[in-house]
Structures are given as structure tokens and as C-alpha cells.
């Protein structure tokens, strides 16, 4: 009884208007510029390939591995070092760390 009672009181407070009273245009916006780029919505088959998103990390890590070889004066950081070679080295290591 007192949801009925709710609802026709929810009725009798709404506006009645017909839809050809309002007018069908729609304002246009104006022509939007390169700032407002983040506004537009990409659309997108509701049934699209989600991405795995182990192939997304290591797809960047990639990237980032390649932008580091690309920079001057790394090459001996690219491969491990041999302690045979140098025989003092993780002690210099565990000293400077």
C-alpha cells in the first residue's frame, strides 16, 4: 500500500511534455580542437580479443631493453660478468652497494 501510495505521488510530480513540443534538433557542438582530444570516445566491437596482459609487460620491457642497447658507451653492461676473469668482483660489489 505505501509503494503505491509513493508512486503515484512519483507520477504526479513529473513533467508531462509531448516529444514535439521540445523540438527533435540536437545542438551541435562546435568543431573541436586538438585539446579536446581525450574527450573522443575509440569505439569498440563488444566482442573484441582482450590482450594478455604478460605480453603487454614484456612487449614494453622490450622496448625499454632496446632503447638502453641503442645508447652510447653500454656495451660492457650487455653481458654478465665472469668471476674467473676478474676475481675480485663481487667483493667490489657488495663493497660499493
Known sequence: MR??????K???LMLK???DALGGKKRRR???DL???????HNRPANRR??????VLSTILENILNEMRDMPD???FLFPVNPKVSKNYLQRIYRYA
Open 3 to 8: 509503494y503505491h501510495a509513493e508512486e503515484i
Open 10 to 12: 512519483r507520477r504526479s
Open 17 to 19: 511534455v509531448p516529444k
Open 30 to 32: 562546435g568543431v573541436s
Open 35 to 41: 585539446h579536446c582530444d581525450y574527450l573522443k570516445k
Open 50 to 55: 582482450r590482450t594478455d596482459p604478460v605480453v
Open 74 to 76: 653500454v656495451q660492457p
